[in-house]
Nanobody, 127 residues
Framework: QVRLVESGGGLVQAGGSLRLYCTVS????????LGWFRQAPGKGREFVGA???????????DYSDSVRDRFTIANDNVQNTVNLQMNSMNPDDTANYFC?????????????????WGQGTQVTVSS
């Protein structure tokens, strides 16, 4: 059973940056795709971005329109960890952020495609 743990959440001012981490209990190559999702108060969970970790498309990424050019997903220097770098943040980015993983190829924006989920980390952006 793959376990995911998010960390790095907190409070940041509008225009600032924050980096989230997702640590996987097994080698990163044990899952094919790792995604980030977020859920704001009173709203449904939405796709943020995803990275392909294995196969010919390893390293490829996909982002939602709302975060493209501001957020970046990358392998971290820490073992079995992927980070989500968030820049130019605004209050609309306030949400509980989740990482998720799946063992099938293909970047996917649907949360139903992901089997393994972390517990989430809260991010609050003040105006």
């Amino acid at each position: 059973q793959v376990r995911l743990v998010e960390s790095g959440g907190g409070l940041v001012q509008a225009g600032g940056s924050l980096r989230l981490y997702c640590t996987v209990s097994e080698r990163l190559s044990s899952v094919d795709v790792l995604g980030w999702f977020r859920q704001a108060p009173g709203k449904g969970r939405e796709f943020v971005g995803a990275v392909s970790l294995t196969g010919l498309t390893a390293g490829s990424t996909d982002y939602s329109d709302s975060v493209r050019d501001r957020f970046t997903i990358a392998n971290d220097n820490v073992q079995n960890t992927v980070n989500l770098q968030m820049n130019s943040m605004n209050p609309d980015d306030t949400a509980n952020y989740f990482c998720a993983a799946k063992r099938t190829f293909g970047l996917d924006r649907s949360q139903g495609a992901y089997v393994y989920w972390g517990q989430g980390t809260q991010v609050t952006v003040s105006s």
